[in-house]
């Protein structure tokens, strides 16, 4: 997979595919990344890459022209890449879409910095808008970041194990059970005594149950879109008698609630 960037910012992509997952993706060329300076496609002297708002307006909006020569030098004549924009106003990012995106063998991700974008480059050059989430960035290039790291750890070969990638939180629908290491006890902390009982059937079930729990009470949504046995659809009926509603004096929520806020 090929993913090209353009940003106002090039420095700012020194380090986070210098690491990890992305830079073995990188060392076995399952992935180029190539980071462009929009401002190396400006072709006046002052090399401008924004102007002022027709119609007037604060903020300044990003000039058409360097996006689109950019954009002309690196489609190649080959597969058209899928050119994405990234913005607070595009479809949220998220796993399922990361897994699209791997099907695609180039990508173009833009990355915005001002008030806006010159609407023609929107509706003429962009195939996609993505947003990361509902808070405001400075820019694209850090959504732009979390973006190749989502997707290139999805690369057949990126991961040691293949099922590391499909075990993990999201993949199976579920969150991720509660995990330990040793030492058994730590600071008079126990880890649970199933775990570490050697009875796999009994550990196979716990996590199945540790999963549904987290899942109920941090995500219940994701509980809709997974396939539950009746058993395990009795387990979540017979723990959400365990929900307070407040009307009694006890705080409103789940009781021995373990997560979510300080
Ligand atoms: C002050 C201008 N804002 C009005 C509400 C609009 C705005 C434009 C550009 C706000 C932030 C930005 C910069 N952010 C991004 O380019 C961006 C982003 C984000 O801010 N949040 C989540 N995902 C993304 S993807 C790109």
């Avoid at 992509?13 to 210098?18: E, M, V």
């Avoid at 050119?83 to 180039?106: C, D, M, W």
């Avoid at 219940?220 to 997974?226: A, F, G, I």
Wanted: glycine letters at 10%; proline letters at 5%; charged letters at 25%.
């Amino acid at each position: 997979m090929r993913i090209d960037i353009l940003t106002l910012f090039p420095e700012m992509f020194a380090g986070p595919f210098d690491h990890s997952i992305a830079k073995r993706a990188i060392e076995k060329k399952l992935v180029n990344i190539i980071i462009h300076n929009i401002r190396d496609f400006a072709q006046d002297k002052h090399r401008t890459v924004d102007d002022y708002p027709y119609g007037g307006g604060a903020g300044m909006v990003l000039k058409p022209e360097p996006i689109f020569r950019a954009v002309d030098t690196i489609r190649t004549g080959e597969l058209a890449p899928c050119v994405i924009l990234l913005t607070p106003q595009g479809r949220l990012f998220n796993q399922k879409i990361a897994g699209e995106l791997t099907g695609y063998s180039h990508l173009v991700l833009i990355c915005g910095h001002y008030e806006g974008i010159d609407e023609r480059v929107r509706e003429n050059l962009v195939d996609d808008e993505i947003s990361i989430g509902d808070y405001i960035l400075s820019g694209g290039e850090i959504a732009a970041m979390v973006m190749v790291d989502a997707i290139i750890r999805l690369l057949p070969g990126a991961i040691g194990s293949e099922a590391s990638v499909n075990e993990d939180s999201f993949s199976g629908g579920l969150l991720k059970y509660p995990q330990y290491t040793r030492p058994a006890v730590y600071r008079g902390l126990s880890v649970p005594e199933v775990l570490l009982s050697g009875n796999h059937e009994a550990i196979a079930q716990w996590r199945r149950e540790q999963s549904l729990l987290r899942t109920l009470k941090r995500h219940p949504e994701l509980l809709n879109k997974v396939s539950l046995s009746e058993a395990e659809k009795a387990f979540i009926q017979s723990v959400q008698k365990g929900y307070t509603s407040g009307n009694d004096g006890e705080p409103r929520g789940w009781k021995g609630y373990d997560g979510n806020g300080c």
